[in-house]
């Protein structure tokens, strides 16, 4: 839990409100389940809670717990109260969608579903899209969409794929679009956000209200900030080679990017 939406709520405070309020329409029979290392969220447990509550982590202790035994993600096992209950292997990748993976498997089990049946469900489910969704996979290149645009999808989202794809140059195109990024309210933790990627490619849209040079300045001589479309699709195009891992990042449709990346590496 962590401040976004700033153009709806004043700071984090108001958001555990909300929290707090719904937390309290979970009834006695209910669960909350929850990350044990959220310090906001643990705020608001700490106020209370009417239902029963359990903790999940991937390491240490936790009610639930999921053990990466691939550091991509793709294996894993989950535990609960230090008894192993399933191991799962799955075409996902990165520790967040392991995180969303453990949550998913003990709400169902908890609702009575037999955990072998959840195990099977998860390693038969398919990505959804805007979720390091692959768009392309050609040329010796794959380019992803995906939605992440706080600092810290950001960072889960390429330090995930970094898991997978090793020492291959992993290359983040960014567009800051959400109502929170147009305010620059994460102006001072955009740039580490993208230290896992080898290059970046930053766009300032028009409607920024505010600019980019200092994230690009920060990220040093691995980032190019540029202010057209065509300019990002062209730079992508000559600079990017075989084995080459391109995200693309936005909550929008990025002005159609990537299907002008696609039709671009075509032609090439």
């Known amino acids: 839990l962590e401040f976004d939406h700033g153009d709806i709520y004043s700071d984090l405070a108001a958001i555990q ?3 707090h309020c ?23 447990l700490a106020k209370g809670a009417f239902s029963h509550t359990a903790s999940m982590a991937c390491s240490g202790q936790a009610v639930w717990r999921a053990e990466l035994l691939d550091a991509s993600g793709a294996h894993f096992r989950v535990f609960y109260h230090d008894e192993l209950v399933a191991e799962i292997k799955w075409t996902l990748m990165g520790q967040f969608n392991v995180e969303n993976a ?15 049946v959840a195990a099977r469900a998860l390693e038969q489910f398919s ?7 692959v768009k392309m996979d050609a ?17 889960s989202t390429l330090q995930g794929l970094r898991a997978n794809v090793g020492q291959q140059r992993l290359i983040a195109v960014l567009e800051p679009r959400s109502n929170t990024m147009k ?8 740039a580490a956000s993208l ?38 699709v062209d730079q992508l195009v000559s600079q990017s080679k075989a084995g080459d891992h391109i ?18 590496l075509a032609n090439d």
């Open 17 to 19: 409100a909300q929290f």
């Open 102 to 116: 453990l949550a998913a498997f003990a709400a169902s089990t908890y609702a009575g579903v037999d955990p072998h």
């Open 139 to 155: 040329y010796g290149i794959k380019l992803y969409d995906d939605f992440a645009h706080h600092p810290t999808a950001i960072a």
């Open 195 to 232: 230290n896992a990627a080898d290059k970046v490619i930053l766009y300032q849209d028009p409607n920024l209200t505010w600019s980019l040079d200092n994230i690009q300045q920060q990220l040093g001589d691995s980032s190019v900030l540029l202010r057209n479309i065509d300019d990002v």
């Open 183 to 190: 305010m620059g309210v994460h102006e001072h933790t955009l």
């Open 127 to 133: 990505p959804v899209k805007r979720r390091l969704e």
């Open 247 to 264: 995200v693309v990042m936005s909550n929008g449709g990025f002005g159609g990017i990537h299907q002008k990346i696609l039709d671009a």
């Open 22 to 44: 719904f937390l309290k329409t979970i009834p006695a029979k209910g669960l909350a389940l929850h990350p044990r290392d959220d310090e906001a969220l643990n705020e608001v």
